[in-house]
């Protein structure tokens, strides 16, 4: 225990990239940050793990304090520990990312933490490393969406095959080729087609799809082979 006590004692947080798409444009969700230092500036979500918590619990646990959002895609990053990267105390932070859709949670944000959605392309300048955070929260988005299915969480319960290729353009910064986008994605199985269709960007209209859920969480560490050679996608 006598060694124990004499270590450096530290903080350990949890920040939060949190991505939605509207349909248009890939956003990250941000909010202004209302303690010193940095008051008022941008700032990823973010809260400290408390006694009884796994990081896993921490970052829901904040995720629902600040959003209302539960039950979301989540995955880990890597630990950023620069002993310099908060000026208040020795904090470690384990930033996670999440996906959401935009339509289905915008009215659960709380309007006390003011936060915002920002394109992806036109995000400000954030507090400490959160800036650096983002970007290897983009990096782990693009290849694990180069393998697995993981993208269908921003999407709503339906929708067409060219709203789900502009996703994807998105967050590869590259346009498609339609034909060879829709033989690959409709080869997965992963989606049911609808009798419906959308005709808001066409007279003719394409037909919307949902997502074969059961297939999806049976089939999610296949490999989708969408996007070609994913590890130009990783600077």
Known sequence: MN???????MLLAVDCIIFGFDGKDLKILLIKRGLEPEAGKWSLMGGFVQNGENLVKATARVLK????????????????SEPGRDPVERTISLPYFALI?????????????????FP???????????????????????????????LFELLPGKFSIPQLQNLYEQVYDVMMDKGNFSRKILSTKLLVKQAEKDKANSRKGAYYYKLDRKHYNDNFHAVLNIIPNPDSFLK
């Open 65 to 80: 304090k600040l959003t209302g959002l539960e039950n979301v895609y989540l995955e880990e990053l890597h630990s950023f």
């Open 120 to 150: 992806l392309k036109k995000i400000p300048k954030l507090i400490f490393d959160h800036n650096k955070m983002v970007t290897a929260a983009k990096r782990r988005l693009r290849y694990k969406a180069a393998f697995h299915p993981i």
């Open 3 to 9: 060694q124990y006590a004499h270590q450096v004692r």
């Open 101 to 117: 859709d935009i339509h289905k949670y915008e009215r659960q944000i709380s309007d006390e933490y003011h936060a915002e959605w």
